[in-house]
Nanobody
Framework: QVSLVESGGGLVQAGDSLRLSCAASGRTFSAYAMGWFRQAPGKEREFVAT????????YYADSVKGRFTISRDNAKNTVYLQMNSLKPEDTGTYYCAQDPLRYRSAVILMGGRESDYWGQGTQVTVSS
């Protein structure tokens, strides 16, 4: 079974930066698309960014495009989310996700289905 553990969240001011990490274990990390999602209080979970198995293709929500960067280090079984120019609207719990099937397009993972693998989340709070 796969295990995903997020870290790097915290309390920051608007304009600050954070780097989130997601450490994966349990199966061959390099064969699967990975993604980041977030959920604000009282809101549904939303897509943030995804990356394919090799790191050659990435996708971003319009709300974070130009500010966030998703990347991966397959040798370390880790995916990252670099968040710059943070806004109060970025506040929420950030979840790491993994596609249950290998070598698929990262577009598929954008849907954030319950059948995907999920971490427990890390809290990001951005104050004004």
């Amino acid at each position: 079974q796969v295990s995903l553990v997020e870290s790097g969240g915290g309390l920051v001011q608007a304009g600050d930066s954070l780097r989130l990490s997601c450490a994966a274990s349990g199966r061959t990390f390099s064969a699967y698309a990975m993604g980041w999602f977030r959920q604000a209080p009282g809101k549904e979970r939303e897509f943030v960014a995804t990356i394919n198995w090799s790191g050659s293709s990435t996708y971003y929500a319009d709300s974070v495009k130009g500010r966030f960067t998703i990347s991966r280090d397959n040798a370390k079984n880790t995916v990252y989310l670099q968040m710059n120019s943070l806004k109060p609207e970025d506040t929420g719990t950030y979840y790491c996700a993994q596609d249950p099937l290998r070598y698929r397009s990262a577009v598929i993972l954008m849907g954030g289905r319950e059948s995907d693998y999920w971490g427990q989340g890390t809290q990001v709070t951005v104050s004004s």
